[in-house]
């Protein structure tokens, strides 16, 4: 997996984290990520963050057959809201990666065959790519364990902040 692959951003926490790390910027210029015309229209807001840098990016309109696939597998999946199972279809379908924080989407999508990658592993791809210095990884770790509406373990961000602070000590 690269930072060069089609990534579509399933939901509001990935966002929300990205921009408390201080990296949305850096992300949401990147000519491979989309988001949903309906999680843009219906789910971002002042809370998510900055909604003039969000609308930066590129958007993937649901076809009607999309729409179609989704009230059929609603009633199969019904645990799902119509945001995941969306975009679980356009990820499916168009061979995107799936960026989600959801603990039930991420199974579902991966046992379907769909890949997945979480906020924490965005950053490490950006610093990988050069996208972000280890410095700012490092930094955006540390935002992120300061930042009261995370939701990821710290423990998982601790992991990170290390293995970008030994890699800045080596460069």
Not at 89 to 109: M, P, Q, V
Not at 148 to 154: A, D, G, M, Q
Request: hydrophobic letters at 45%; proline letters at 1%.
């Amino acid at each position: 997996m690269n930072i060069t692959s089609k990534i579509i951003i399933t939901d509001t926490n990935i966002i929300t984290d990205l921009y408390n790390a201080g990296v949305l910027d850096k992300f949401v210029v990147l000519d491979n990520v989309y988001i949903s015309d309906m999680v843009l229209r219906d789910e971002i807001n002042d809370r998510t963050g900055d909604v003039s840098l969000i609308s930066k990016m590129k958007t993937v309109e649901a076809s009607a057959l999309d729409l179609l696939e989704m009230q059929r597998l609603s009633y199969l999946e019904r645990r799902l809201s119509y945001y995941d199972l969306i975009n679980f279809i356009i990820a499916r379908d168009h061979e995107y990666i799936l960026a989600t924080g959801d603990n039930l989407l991420k199974k579902y999508a991966e046992d379907h065959g769909v890949e997945v990658i979480r906020t924490l592993k965005i950053i490490q791809l950006m610093v990988c790519s050069q996208i972000i210095s280890y410095e700012e990884g490092i930094h955006a770790c540390q935002l992120l364990l300061d930042a009261p509406s995370t939701r990821i373990p710290r423990q998982k961000i601790i992991e990170v902040l290390e293995e970008f602070q030994k890699e800045a000590v080596v460069e």
